[in-house]
């Protein structure tokens, strides 16, 4: 079964607009990471965030990770049509026994020029 | 550094016939990964390696898939028989550590007539 749960499934915007997406967990994680899977080509880590830290930033991206809600969400601000892709968020669980990454479902983002 | 290479990159076969999806980790990384993505169960890990060493093979859906790293730089997984119900993309990937980002290859379309 799916650790993550991303939501919504798939996603059009406007360029220039923001794009939320979040994912939902549901046992404890040693750390979250995003990923991004352009069409055609394997997926590119975009951001890790550890489970004792809130919020993180990188250039557009910004990932929020609330822990009490086994949630997490990214936001890419003024988004670009190279933006449009999928979004998976992936899971390592809380003292990982071999357990490795849980990948989700993943966002499909269309982001319209 | 090249990445992950993966060959083929596509790759079309008649039921029956054995099929071998290679992979080049990224040098020095310890772990190494088999995906399997399809639309009606996403990604899905297959087995992983650390050291060459297959770690974690639950994910492989039956004795007719066997996977093989018999060096640092090169792994292998077989399908054979293959079956129509195989067709999916697989990814490799790999990582210097459990908690540390993945790094994929491109994967191989792999369809099964």
């Known amino acids: 079964s799916q650790q993550g749960e991303e939501d919504p499934q798939a996603l059009s915007i406007q360029e220039g607009e923001n794009a939320t997406m979040n994912c939902s967990y549901k046992?404890?994680?040693?750390?979250l990471q995003w990923y991004r899977q352009n069409s055609g080509r394997g997926l590119v880590h975009l951001i890790l965030?550890?489970?004792?830290?809130r919020e993180k930033h990188s250039g557009r991206l910004r990932v929020t990770l609330d822990t009490s809600k086994k949630s997490s969400s990214l936001l890419i601000t003024a988004s670009r049509a190279a933006d449009t892709a999928s979004y998976f968020c992936?899971?390592?669980?809380?003292?990982?026994?071999?357990?490795?990454?849980?990948f989700g479902g993943g966002t499909r983002l269309m982001v319209k020029p | 550094d090249a990445g992950v290479i993966q060959s083929p990159r596509h790759e079309v076969t008649e039921m029956g016939q054995e099929v071998t999806l290679r992979c080049k980790p990224i040098?020095?990384?310890?772990?190494l990964f088999w995906y399997r993505q399809t639309m009606m169960r996403g990604l899905e890990l297959l087995i992983y390696?650390?050291?060459?060493?297959?770690?974690?093979d639950s994910g492989m859906p039956e004795d007719r898939f066997s996977a093989k790293m018999p060096n640092a730089s090169f792994s292998t997984l077989k399908i054979q028989p293959s079956e129509p119900r195989d067709s999916a993309v697989y990814f490799c990937?790999?990582?210097?550590?459990?908690?540390?980002?993945?790094?994929f290859g491109d994967g191989t379309r792999l369809s099964i007539l």
């Open positions: 390696f650390n050291n060459n060493v297959p770690i974690d």
């Open positions: 046992t404890s994680i040693n750390n």
């Open positions: 965030i550890r489970s004792n830290e």
């Open positions: 990937a790999s990582t210097l550590s459990p908690s540390a980002p993945q790094h």
């Open positions: 992936a899971t390592e669980p809380y003292n990982n026994a071999g357990n490795m990454l849980t």
């Open positions: 040098s020095g990384h310890d772990y």
